[in-house]
Nanobody, 120 residues
Framework: QVQLVESGGGLVQPGGSLRLSCAASGSIFRLNAMGWYRQTPEKQRELVATITSGGSTAYANSAKDRFTISRDNAKNTVYLQMNSLKFEDTAVYYC??????????????WGQGTQVTVSS
């Protein structure tokens, strides 16, 4: 079994910062691309940022210049540093990982989500 456990969400004022973490555990042969997504009741789940196993990153336009995705391969953990937070960043943030549980068997796994609320 594979688990993704997120942490770091919470309540923050506009302009503030939060750092999300997502740790993968279980029967992991290889951890490939990882990413962060977010969802609100009004919108479908949307991509925020992704990072490959080699460290190449990509961001949604809404996240560029404010958010930074990174990973620690030794800890099977991906991070999302969020700065200059805005009201519209309020959402449930989900971690996603492409994990090989054995050679040639790759699956997408999702975390349970962590709430980020930006409010004054």
């Amino acid at each position: 079994q594979v688990q993704l456990v997120e942490s770091g969400g919470g309540l923050v004022q506009p302009g503030g910062s939060l750092r999300l973490s997502c740790a993968a555990s279980g029967s992991i042969f290889r951890l490939n691309a990882m990413g962060w997504y977010r969802q609100t009741p009004e919108k479908q789940r949307e991509l925020v940022a992704t990072i490959t196993s080699g460290g190449s990153t990509a961001y949604a336009n809404s996240a560029k210049d404010r958010f930074t995705i990174s990973r620690d391969n030794a800890k099977n953990t991906v991070y999302l540093q969020m700065n200059s937070l805005k009201f519209e960043d309020t959402a449930v943030y989900y971690c996603k990982a492409d994990i090989e549980i054995r050679i040639g068997s790759s699956w997408n796994y999702w975390g349970q989500g962590t709430q980020v609320t930006v409010s004054s």
